[in-house]
């Protein structure tokens, strides 16, 4: 999932699922919250980027550690 509302991303940590990834271009201390920054924006549409993201158009986050332990390691 993606949003640019902090209060739908505080909506969605509090869902009952253990892993969830919800992109955002805010920082944030929120275990579901993966941090676009702006430099991968670039004046695009944030969708795109995050489409482009969960493609493999642009590797930023480490796949494995994000979906199987929740990790933000970025690459």
């Known amino acids: 999932m993606y949003t640019e509302n902090p209060d739908i991303l505080a909506e969605f940590d509090e869902?009952?699922?253990?892993?969830?990834?919800?992109?955002?271009?805010?920082?944030?201390?929120?275990?579901s919250g993966f941090y676009i920054p702006p430099?991968?924006?670039?004046?695009?549409?944030?969708?795109?980027?995050?489409?482009?993201?969960a493609r493999g158009g642009i590797i930023?986050?480490?796949?494995w550690d994000m979906l199987i332990y929740g990790k933000k390691t970025t690459i």
């Not at 969830?20 to 805010?26: A, G, L, N, Q, R």
């Not at 430099?39 to 993201?53: C, M």
């Not at 930023?60 to 796949?63: R, S, T």
Request: charged residues 30%; negative net charge; aromatic residues 16%.
């Open 60 to 63: 930023y986050y480490d796949l």
């Open 15 to 31: 869902l009952p699922y253990t892993k969830k990834v919800c992109f955002v271009p805010f920082e944030t201390n929120l275990d």
């Open 39 to 53: 430099d991968l924006v670039r004046g695009r549409k944030f969708g795109e980027v995050v489409t482009d993201i």
